[in-house]
């Protein structure tokens, strides 16, 4: 059985490759209370004094009760703060919640698989041996995958660049420290059960958040900031879910020049969606009602 870690890695020279089966034989098994299970490929938890505290980001398969089909995803969910002891961290009875998830419309069944290749590529193929979905990222040089602190899994190379990222790859969650740039889309799932698209979508365009309801045309039901800015630059738009606010950043602030004999600032043009301070994790899902709704 594999003990998950953050950070994980491949010997590209050898050709090797990192691959796990969706079974509670290679993965551990972590059972809820709200009968969801999931099984960790990799595992962040904050540790404090030897003892594991506060939330925990994973990357691995989850499925929700009854259990008939699984998603390779990206998970919070709280654990338990035991003591170390060179098994996975103890996870609580509050089920996980997924914030990022692969080929949301295809899940896959037990004995599927997940493989880092040894060319670069991650690969996720139902039991029956049919692809599902890729990173696409084959013929790159990759080092290995982690999960970060922020819950942004991450492929990298030698240098510990990025290759892929899940952060540029939203589904319908933001945890803090992600972003929307222009042109990326948050997309509601079906049901809390059900994680096929709906109808509902919030994305980023030049001079703020939209949220539609997809028809033809798409129909405008939410945008913000109320009052639309003049914008003069072509920087892209990006809105950042921080702890306390959703910035939108119309325009990006510039380092200060001199000109004659004063110094010029600029700082943008940047709105705050204002939100609730928390000492907690927070995430933020767009449900399927089309309300963009934050948790912690």
Not at 24 to 41: E, F, M, Q
Not at 204 to 233: A, C, H, I
């Amino acid at each position: 059985m594999t003990t998950p870690d953050a950070r994980l890695g491949i010997n590209n020279n050898a050709s090797l490759a990192t691959r796990w089966i969706n079974n509670n034989v290679s993965l551990s098994d972590n059972k809820y209370a709200d009968g969801t299970t999931v099984r960790p490929i990799v595992l962040r938890s904050t540790r404090v004094g030897g003892r594991f505290q506060g939330w925990s980001f994973g990357a691995g398969f989850f499925c929700a009760s009854p259990c008939d089909f699984f998603v390779f995803s990206v998970f919070i969910a709280t654990n338990g703060g035991a003591y170390e002891n060179g098994e996975s961290p103890p996870l609580t009875s509050s089920g996980p919640q997924v914030v990022w998830s692969a080929s949301r419309a295809s899940p896959v069944r037990e004995n599927a698989t997940i493989e880092l290749t040894g060319h670069g590529h991650l690969v996720l193929r139902d039991a029956d041996g049919r692809t599902v979905w890729s990173s696409g990222t084959s013929g790159k040089s990759v080092a290995g995958m982690e999960i970060t602190k922020h819950g942004n899994l991450v492929m990298f190379d030698q240098k510990n660049a990025i290759v892929w990222q899940s952060f540029d790859h939203p589904t319908d969650s933001l945890v803090p420290g992600q972003s929307l740039t222009e042109g990326m889309r948050l997309t509601a799932n079906t049901s809390a059960t059900n994680s096929t698209e709906n109808q509902f979508y919030v994305t980023v365009l030049r001079d703020g958040l939209y949220g539609y309801v997809e028809s033809t045309p798409p129909q405008l039901y939410f945008s913000y900031p109320p009052v639309k800015s003049n914008k003069t630059v072509t920087d892209p738009t990006k809105v950042t879910f921080q702890n306390g606010n959703l910035s939108i950043i119309l325009e990006s602030p510039k380092k200060p020049y001199h000109d004659s004999q004063i110094t010029v600032f600029y700082y943008g043009i940047v709105d705050y969606l204002m939100l609730p301070l928390s000492q907690f994790s927070q995430y933020m899902r767009l449900e399927s009602d089309g309300h963009l709704r934050l948790y912690q």
